[in-house]
């Protein structure tokens, strides 16, 4: 059907309802935009409240982008004679984001099923709730800086914050995924005297298998480049030598580096899709 016979089709059934089912369905069409003709004001006056807050300058965006392209012209061409180096390095970030994601996905699974208002009680909903506020309102490097103090350096510290980290991103989401199945198969099985396991078991989990799987693609692909900015502070992976890199103004071998972190990105993210298009 195209756009102008569906729009037809709506005003021939409008044209045929009561004048005060018309009116009614009218004011709810038009409540919501008129709520958000309101809003575009506020929004605006607290977008130009951010960017005077922020000092945003356009002027010295201009001027620092004439510094980027002069940054970004040093970068090349990149020197590939590090290669065996930056190798074993991406493959060392790989490992701990897969270790991370897996240990990570699994704690947030556990964690989502007392974070999850239609499984879990009051007494359990709102402490489960609070901690993973508390663990997402620090960054993963926050944790690897502990976890660096705590176990020292090197990527078992790296796996550490990753996998706390997890739990407040992930966790929070892999809960609200379980809380948004279809509500009908919970119903019938409470109705015939399912226990809580057997509802859990049998009506959520799996409706909400497809979304956990996404989801936990989604963590692992953060991972990857989360372990390029781990290493940064020591937490293993590649992000020490980029680091160094900087530092030591070889630009050359910096950009071999952003290259190989892209080409290894790009590869995770197109395998995950095809994942993603199989399970959904």
């Excluded at 009218?26 to 977008?47: K, S």
């Excluded at 990753?162 to 109705?191: C, H, L, N, W, Y």
């Excluded at 580096?257 to 197109?270: G, K, S």
């Amino acid at each position: 059907m195209s756009t102008r016979e569906a729009t037809r089709t709506r005003t021939e059934s409008s044209a045929a309802l009561d004048p005060r089912d018309r009116l009614r369905l009218e004011r709810t069409v038009n409540v919501p935009r008129a709520r958000f003709l309101l809003g575009l004001p506020v929004a605006a006056v607290i977008l130009l409240w951010s960017f005077v807050g922020a000092e945003f300058d356009f002027a010295e965006l201009s001027a620092g982008a004439v510094n980027m392209g002069d940054f970004l012209s040093q970068m090349f061409p990149p020197t590939w004679d590090k290669l065996p180096t930056i190798v074993e390095l991406l493959v060392e970030t790989l490992q701990m984001a897969i270790v991370g994601t897996v240990l990570g996905a699994v704690l947030s699974l556990i964690v989502a099923f007392g974070a999850a208002s239609t499984i879990a009680p009051k007494w359990l909903y709102y402490p489960t709730r609070w901690l993973m506020n508390v663990i997402r309102s620090l960054p993963d490097l926050v944790f690897a800086l502990m976890f660096v103090s705590a176990v020292g350096l090197g990527p078992f510290a790296g796996i550490l914050a990753m996998t706390i980290g997890s739990i407040g991103s992930i966790g929070k989401i892999f809960a609200e995924a379980m809380e948004a199945v279809d509500r009908g198969p919970v119903t019938a099985m409470e109705a015939v005297g399912a226990s809580k396991r057997q509802i859990i078991h049998y009506g959520i989990v799996p409706q909400a298998s497809p979304m956990l799987v996404s989801y936990t693609l989604l963590l692992f692909e953060g991972n990857v480049r989360g372990a390029t900015i781990l290493g940064m502070v020591g937490a293993g992976g590649i992000g020490l030598e980029l680091t160094t890199a900087m530092r030591m103004y070889d630009y050359g071998h910096l950009s071999a580096i952003v290259i190989c972190i892209i080409v290894l990105v790009t590869v995770i993210d197109q395998a995950s899709a095809i994942i993603r298009r199989k399970i959904t």
